[in-house]
């Protein structure tokens, strides 16, 4: 079966990629396999793999047709390898070979850096699943179980995307990187995954909220940009994971709406008007609004990391060679090759922050961070609409860049939200002003009673507005087997 929308389900590996007629990649999957299911039975959802969820399942690339729901068990979920389709004459968009035909071959002298590329995303794929293990058992409905799993079993596929991009254009080498993939650990000391943000925890359903709405909002980010790339299959790939990753973000972003609601209603019930009375909003049971700003500053300020330095000679070159693009590259109205332009960069310059100019192609890095601070400051305004039709005199804000850096420009120095810079003495004292203390994070904890009845929510979440797949609020979204 050749390339074609519909998925082709008569191999172990449902795909879109005509695997049938190439028995070598097909051969190396199928290998791949089993040592994958492992990872999947040791490090993916505990407690849950015998429970019948209700999950889509990609069943054509087709804009409308892709979605297909039903129950499943999540070990026997159909990980597939799809690419949206390939247009017609292709071409790349930026850098040194713009206006080439795009390649259906890994160029060889950018083999290193496309190798690079895909095994960097690829190891964040696996990564979350391991930090997202243990929140089945405390899922505040089976409404939200149901997102996490599905969330958790896409992540999973796109290991697979970037395993099937390894195992078909990188040989001897692609094969071992897909090894690696299974092997390394988020959060372990000897192996850990490649980046920083996939080795932290996430203990509770906040955080999977936020990292879902922050990070994941990086990967999209990140995908947008190889989504651009001059080598077609990557290209291909990153464009049909953005539509998995759009439901990721969702599920982050009415995941804390649905939390603010809660709390605010609760204030109002109470008659509690001062958000910043902590003590008496969390006798509620609910999460005050200060602690979730703690945790947004938090969950920004490492996603914020991901994107790498301000000023990068490797992200120059990933653009001058046509790898991985700007976002939305193609509707960027300029030369798109960037020799002469400059880009603005804020630096630390005489002991301030300060704008300054500097070569487009090295402030790619920017550039890119830039769109993603832009694309949160949306979704953090949804959030205020939230506490704003309560008549709660509050708002949530992101954090300035140089808060709470580990990467860049600003790692060696201490921010304040606000921007000023703080000298390590007033930082000690004020951080759990800004980010989660321990008893912040025990109190959370605290919340965290499983909720499995049908329809019902924990104390500190608010309903969604509607179900998923249009289903009843009543609906059974896990069938949660005890035995
Ligand atoms: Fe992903
Ligand atoms: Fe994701």
Redesign the pocket.
């Known amino acids: 079966m050749a390339e074609t929308t519909n998925v082709d389900y008569s191999t172990k590996i449902p795909n879109n990629v005509g695997l049938m007629d190439d028995q070598r990649v097909l051969k190396a999957l199928e290998q791949w396999h089993p040592g994958y299911i492992d990872w999947w039975m040791t490090m993916g959802p505990e407690g849950f793999q015998t429970s019948n969820v209700y999950l889509r399942t990609a069943i054509s690339i087709d804009p409308k047709g892709w979605a297909k729901f039903d129950y499943v068990k999540m070990p026997e979920y159909r990980w597939g390898i799809l690419l949206a389709p390939r247009l017609d004459d292709r071409r790349v968009n930026f850098g040194i070979h713009k206006g080439e035909q795009a390649w259906q071959e890994v160029p060889g002298e950018y083999r290193a850096m496309l190798r690079r590329l895909i095994v960097v995303?690829g190891d964040?794929?696996p990564a979350?699943v391991e930090q997202q293990r243990h929140l089945g058992k405390t899922a505040p409905s089976l409404y939200d179980m149901r997102n996490l799993f599905q969330v958790n079993v896409?992540?999973g596929?796109?290991?697979w995307a970037m395993v099937y991009l390894l195992q078909k254009y990188f040989g001897k080498d692609g094969r071992e990187e897909a090894e690696g993939l299974l092997q390394r650990r988020s959060g372990d000391q000897d192996k850990p995954r490649m980046l920083g943000a996939f080795n932290e925890q996430t203990p509770d359903w906040l955080s999977f909220f936020m990292f879902t709405f922050f990070t994941?909002r990086d990967?999209k980010m990140q995908?947008e940009s190889l989504a651009q790339s001059g080598f077609d299959p990557l290209s291909r790939t990153c464009r049909f994971?953005l539509t998995?990753?759009a439901h990721?973000m969702f599920v982050g972003e009415t995941g804390v709406g649905r939390a603010i609601e809660r709390t605010c209603q609760a204030m109002k019930e109470a008659g509690i008007e001062d958000a910043n009375d902590v003590a008496a909003v969390r006798k509620l049971g609910v999460i005050d609004l200060p602690t979730m700003q703690k945790k947004a500053n938090l969950h920004f300020s490492l996603s914020l990391d991901l994107f790498g330095s301000e000023v990068s000679t490797n992200a120059a070159n990933y653009y001058t060679s046509g790898v991985k693009g700007r976002f939305q590259e193609t509707r960027i109205e300029d030369d798109h090759q960037l020799t002469k332009a400059t880009y603005p960069v804020s630096k630390l310059i005489d002991g301030g922050i300060k704008m300054v100019d500097e070569p487009a192609l090295t402030a790619i890095n920017m550039r890119l961070r830039d769109d993603y601070v832009n694309d949160c400051a949306k979704g953090v305004q949804r959030w205020n609409k939230v506490i704003e039709k309560a008549g709660i005199d509050f708002r949530l804000k992101l954090p300035h860049v140089a808060f709470h850096r580990g990467i860049g420009e600003f790692a060696d120095i201490q921010a304040s939200p606000a921007g000023e810079l703080l000298r390590e003495a007033d930082w000690l004292k004020q951080k759990h002003q800004w980010l989660p203390s321990k008893a912040d994070g025990d109190f959370i904890a605290g919340l965290m009673a499983p909720c499995w009845e049908r329809g019902k929510f924990a104390s500190w979440i608010a309903p969604p507005r509607i179900g998923i797949d249009n289903k009843p609020g009543d609906f059974e979204y896990v069938k949660v087997d005890r035995a």
């Open positions: 995303q964040t794929e979350s896409e992540e596929r796109h290991l994941d990967g995908l994971m998995e990753e990721h």
